[in-house]
């Protein structure tokens, strides 16, 4: 069984800098493509951004693009999510998930393609 645990969310004002981090553990995650995912209150989750297992490939969606970035360091087993320039509507949960194919060839933004997920960590951005 593998577990992810995501951490570095936090209160920020507009424009500020959040990174956050997802530890992986209990699986060879280091083949595995990678993704971040939000929640915001009275919406449903949607998809930030995504890594591939090699690390040479990511994927983002249109609204962060530009102002987040994603990473991964397989030997520390960690993936992570610089955000900079920060917006009231990025406020909501973060969470960590690993795609459940192995070596996928392409990064998906599709949740339904992700089976592991970590418990969340709440960003919230103040005006």
């Known amino acids: 069984q593998g577990q992810l645990v995501e951490s570095g969310g936090g209160l920020v004002q507009t424009g500020g800098s959040l990174r956050l981090s997802c530890a992986a553990s209990g699986r060879t995650f280091s083949m595995y493509n990678m993704g971040w995912f939000r929640q915001a209150p009275g919406k449903e989750r949607e998809f930030v951004a995504a890594v591939m297992w090699t690390g040479g490939n990511t994927y983002y969606a249109d609204t962060v693009k530009g102002r987040f970035t994603i990473s991964r360091d397989n030997a520390k087993g960690t993936v992570y999510l610089q955000m900079n320039s920060l917006k009231p509507e990025d406020t909501a949960v973060y969470y960590c998930?690993?795609?459940?194919?192995?070596?996928?060839?392409?990064?998906?933004?599709?949740?339904?393609?992700?089976?592991?997920w970590g418990q969340g960590t709440q960003v919230t951005v103040s005006s």
């Open positions: 998930a690993a795609d459940h194919t192995r070596r996928r060839s392409y990064v998906s933004p599709n949740a339904v393609d992700y089976d592991y």
